[in-house]
């Protein structure tokens, strides 16, 4: 039965299908909906990757906007959602290259770096780590150990892990391979958790948990694909 | 398996895209290699910290604001 009910489930349109056809059709108030059911995941993205939240704000905006004016261009091949990232991401690209005066930026910098790519610190990590710090303290923990990553790396963490866009989504709409997009995720996910584990290590462990630990014998192949 | 191996499929492990017969092997490694046990648990653990948290908070009034402004432009530019 259930498996039933999980092919019929896969054929079922996604209901944000319906929503852009009204737009289509000049239903304002579908597209209301639409903004309001993505606007805080496009708000994230912005300003995961502009840092900055003016710029943020200004993304969200520009990104909804361009959306809807080119939505005949908006094929279907791909979900709404998936289609709307791809501009939030050009949108918040475009606004760091104003910010730096015109240098070019692109998701490949600064990935040339080895940090992470070896586990160093083998710490075990205090159960519950996160009960130990407010959430005022957690957030900042948080912005700060994600922000040291290369942008390249955590623009597909955030894609992939935090909003949930599947590994093809994530390639589709930054322009990359699916093995880049594999590789970059490996690294990103281990640098985080190398610098997580400076703040949630168990305290009182055996001297097995604490810095200086043995590092792995892993030697390369979690280089960075292009 | 060895460490080597077992870093290079983490991500499958993680999004548990692993094949029967790689499960077993794996399981074997995780029994036997406490270093990759706290590498899986806490590469897990940090995925999931940063799903549940919300680090860029939107505040409703700002959210209420940006959305009119949206809605106000995308009137305009019908």
């Known amino acids: 039965m259930s498996t039933i009910q999980s092919i019929a489930g896969q054929n079922e ?77 050009n949108e918040s690209l475009m606004r760091l290259r104003k910010r730096r005066t015109g240098k070019m930026v692109s998701i490949d910098e600064d990935l040339e770096t080895e940090e992470g790519s070896v586990p160093r610190d083998l710490a075990d990590w205090a159960p519950d780590p996160e009960q130990n710090y407010s959430q005022a303290e ?12 290369p942008q390249g790396f955590r623009v597909v963490f955030v894609l992939r892990d935090v909003e949930g866009l599947s590994t093809e989504e994530t390639a589709e709409t930054l322009g990359l391979s699916v093995p880049a997009v594999k590789s970059r995720l490996l690294r990103a996910r281990l640098q985080l958790r190398e610098r997580l584990t400076r703040y949630f290590r168990r305290r009182a462990g055996s001297a097995a948990t604490q810095a200086g630990a043995p590092t792995m014998g892993i030697g390369p192949g979690v280089g960075v694909e292009k | 398996m060895t460490c080597t191996e077992f870093l290079t499929i983490l991500d499958d492990v993680i999004d548990e895209s692993i ?22 648990n806490t590469t897990r ?26 809605m106000e432009r995308c009137k305009k530019a019908r």
């Open chain 1, 13 to 89: 349109p996604h209901p944000d299908v319906a929503l852009v056809e009204r737009v289509r059709g000049g239903d304002l108030a579908a597209y209301d909906t639409l903004v309001r059911k993505y606007e805080r995941q496009i708000f994230r993205i912005a300003q995961h990757i502009t840092q900055n939240r003016e710029d943020a704000e200004d993304v969200m905006q520009d990104a909804f906007l361009k959306a809807y004016e080119k939505l005949e261009q908006f094929q279907g091949n791909s979900k709404f959602y998936t289609w709307l990232v791809r501009i939030a991401v």
């Open chain 2, 45 to 70: 653990k940090t995925i999931e910290i940063y799903r549940c948290h919300e680090i860029y908070e939107l505040p409703t009034e700002v959210s209420e604001r940006l959305h009119a402004v949206i």
């Open chain 2, 19 to 40: 094949a029967a017969d790689t499960r077993a092997e794996i399981e074997t490694h995780l029994r036997k290699c406490g270093h990759c046990e706290v590498i899986l």
């Open chain 1, 138 to 149: 957690l957030a900042d923990i948080l912005r700060k150990t994600i922000q040291g990553l």
